[in-house]
């Protein structure tokens, strides 16, 4: 009956023990999932500013050529209004001596 005893008694500890490892594989996988969604969290952060940043430069870049793109436009629009300035004024009388003509006929 004593062995019984020490039977059952060595089989609650042992119940015991496997208990205290469930839950303290329990609270591992617990803190490793705490630990996981940290990480995915931060990662989603990092890679957010990432993106933010590059956008800005981006943007930056874009904004940049544009007014580059504008200048060299509003450039040759200048060029092209003073060289036909320049033809206006070197041949405006021949100019105003031709439409004459046409409008009397000649």
């Known amino acids: 009956m004593e062995q019984m005893k020490t039977v059952v008694n060595r089989l609650s500890e042992i119940e015991s023990a496997a208990i205290q490892l469930e839950e303290m ?3 591992q996988k ?3 999932a705490a630990e996981y969604e940290r ?3 931060e990662f ?3 890679i957010d500013a990432q993106t933010e ?3 800005k430069r981006l943007n930056e870049e874009l904004e940049q050529r ?9 450039q040759e629009t200048e060029w092209e209004l003073a060289a036909i300035r320049a033809e206006y004024n070197l041949h405006h009388r021949k100019f105003a001596s031709e439409i004459v003509k046409k409008i009397i006929g000649e």
Do not use: F, S, Y
């Open 44 to 46: 989603d952060r990092e």
């Open 25 to 27: 594989a329990a609270e």
């Open 39 to 41: 990480k995915v969290q």
């Open 30 to 32: 617990k803190e490793i």
């Open 66 to 74: 544009a007014q580059e793109e504008l200048l060299k436009m509003n």
């Open 53 to 55: 940043e590059k956008l």
